[in-house]
């Protein structure tokens, strides 16, 4: 075939745009027939998902990851446990977040307190295999599965906060411990479901924070787009802004209370649970028995010298 002026036409397929058009295609198609696996081999952390049994007000979960690491890594003791909560024990829901990197790289969880004291805590994550480390751009590519990890506190928040030396922050979340129960079931609901059919991670659109916000009563108005969803670093600023933390009190003076300071105790105290809620006892003394110790007390922020 010719053009008018005599010259001739290449095939589409030689022209020089065609593999600009052809990598898109490619990697449409190789995502498309990606599915999620619930078989192993699994990184040691994890092996094993947490799931949930409900037998009227009683819930039962099972899976509970307690282990303990060398240099935030090596895992030196493991131990999963099954425990059995009444739903109506529940008191209050707390949001956390770990700064791992720099410009709002961070990986946000909950923890649950229930009324005699004990706390479980909750992680979504990108399912890793031996010997893989997770990558933000290779989570956009349907590369890693979900998985719902329950801890202890000493475990997940203990490992970040006073082993791999991140800046983890905890904020009590403001709602009814009905609404705390209703919360939490729907997101053990969800880990359940994982069982019989697995899904992928997103690093944007399925992540440690969407599935966690989901459920929240102003989720409607939040738009993945936000800077403060897409850098979750920044996620207390939304919290705070849509009052599911605490939003009356200045936020940078919020934000100090949830720094937990891994130098005044120690991973193994009997106590962390309390201690790393030391900050809110002063401004919330009715959702925690939280115990600070004289180091803690001291270093506690004034509001008047909060920024």
């Not at 190789?30 to 009683?58: K, V």
């Not at 791992?100 to 706390?119: N, Q, T, Y």
């Not at 349907?142 to 906060?161: C, F, M, N, W």
């Amino acid at each position: 075939m010719a053009r008018p002026d005599g010259a001739a036409v290449k095939p589409w397929y030689k022209r020089r745009w065609t593999p600009l058009l052809l990598v898109p295609v490619c990697l449409a198609l190789y995502l498309a027939i990606q599915t999620p696996s619930n078989e192993g081999p699994w990184r040691e952390d994890h092996e094993r998902s947490a799931f949930a049994e409900l037998s009227g007000r009683s819930l039962t979960v099972h899976n509970i990851r307690n282990f303990r690491y060398e240099d935030g890594q090596k895992i030196t003791s493991r131990e999963y446990l099954s425990k059995t909560w009444q739903l109506d024990d529940i008191e209050h829901t707390w949001f956390g977040l770990s700064h791992f990197g720099p410009f709002g790289l961070a990986h946000s969880f909950i923890s649950i307190e229930f009324r005699d004291g004990e706390h479980l805590a909750l992680s979504i994550e990108a399912r890793l295999r031996p010997g893989q480390i997770y990558n933000p751009i290779a989570g956009l590519f349907r590369l890693y599965p979900k998985i719902y990890i329950a801890a202890t506190e000493q475990d997940i928040i203990g490992v970040r906060s006073h082993q791999r030396g991140e800046t983890v922050l905890l904020y009590p979340v403001d709602e009814t411990p009905e609404a705390s129960a209703e919360y939490f079931l729907a997101l053990l609901n969800d880990a359940n479901a994982l069982q019989d059919e697995p899904e992928f991670y997103n690093t944007v659109l399925d992540n440690c924070l969407t599935n966690l916000l989901k459920y929240a009563a102003d989720f409607a108005e939040i738009s993945v787009t936000d800077f403060r969803v897409l850098l979750p670093g920044h996620t207390d600023r939304l919290t705070y802004a849509f009052g599911i933390t605490p939003a009356d009190i200045p936020f940078e003076w919020a934000r100090r209370l949830a720094r937990i300071d891994p130098t005044l105790f120690s991973i193994d105290d009997p106590d962390f649970s309390a201690k790393i809620r030391c900050g809110w006892h002063r401004v919330r003394p009715h959702i925690s028995d939280a115990i600070c110790g004289p180091k803690q007390a001291a270093a506690l922020p004034d509001r008047a010298t909060a920024p």
